[in-house]
């Protein structure tokens, strides 16, 4: 399914451009110097900032609206979601998991990494100046931009904070959990992103916001295939405009990406036209 919203205007302090966003196969982004950034182009750094937020309202309204409410209704939520015989959404881990994998396809240079100093599974594990930023991380609360030595790339950390209890007890109580006293609030692990240039052009981060919301679309559209079929088992919700709540329901993808793209785009656009005016 293809995603065509119309909500980021080009900063020029006019109603000039709508800009689609939406794209599934954006293409190849080039490589520069790292050491030699175009001038008049946007920092990395506000490139990490973007695509930050442009997670946080995604992982936020799915956390809270869609997991956190539909576990009141009787809703499923699983580990084992993509299995056969499993009628149920991912939790919001596997959520952006699954994201990132999809726009890891779309060879934009960008990947997408949810990774713990304490980790349910050993492979999210932080490992060398990852861990190092990662602890830094820990008693700031602030992210980490900086080059990373083993791979070379741009790269920035930003603190993955429990927000809701759900997410405390189930990682709490799974058995391969090394941490078993989680708290809402605490620093539980950081979203680390990579690119392989040192600045971008406008156009070039708005195909990179176009493909994460493809891939957080994408993803929200296999979990609403969980019930495409006939008389599966288990609670079965209504998919329309509705979100949980008093009724069984969980929104359809439009209702879904309409709320995440209204709450991210007055801050990526923020941004951009505050780098605009710097004359950056």
């Known amino acids: 399914m293809k995603l065509t919203p119309r909500d980021l205007i080009w900063p020029s302090g006019l109603l000039v451009l709508a800009v689609y966003l939406g794209v599934q196969a954006p293409p190849p982004l080039p490589e520069s110097p790292p050491d030699a950034p175009p001038a008049g182009q946007i920092p990395v750094e506000t490139v990490f900032a973007v695509l930050a937020k442009e997670n946080d309202a995604v992982r936020s309204i799915y956390t809270r609206r869609v997991v956190g409410a539909g576990l009141e209704v009787g809703l499923g939520f699983e580990e084992t979601w993509r ?5 149920a959404g991912p939790l919001p881990a596997l959520f952006l998991r699954a994201s990132s994998e999809r726009l890891a396809r779309a060879d934009l240079g960008l990947a997408l990494f949810l990774g713990s100093s304490q980790p349910i599974a050993a492979s999210n594990r932080f490992e060398g100046e990852q861990a190092r930023r990662f602890s830094r991380i820990q008693e700031t609360g602030e992210p ?4 990373d030595p083993a791979s070379g790339r741009a790269t ?6 429990a927000t809701v209890q759900p997410c405390v007890t189930c990682h709490n109580e799974h058995p391969d959990s090394p941490k078993t006293d989680w708290a809402v609030g605490d620093i539980m692990g950081a979203t680390t992103w990579t690119l392989v240039k040192e600045s971008y052009s406008v156009e070039e981060v708005l195909v990179l916001v176009g493909a994460l919301r493809q891939a957080f679309a994408e993803t929200y559209a296999e979990y609403l295939s969980e019930y495409d079929g006939p008389g599966e088992a288990g609670v079965r919700p209504v998919i329309g405009s509705a979100w949980p709540g008093d009724e069984v329901a969980i929104p359809d993808l439009e209702t879904f990406m309409g709320a995440c793209t209204n709450k991210a785009s007055p801050e990526t656009l923020r941004q951009l036209v505050e780098v605009s005016r710097a004359g950056r």
């Open 83 to 87: 299995e056969d015989d499993v009628i």
């Open 144 to 147: 980490e931009v900086f080059r």
């Open 156 to 161: 920035a950390m930003f603190p993955d904070v």
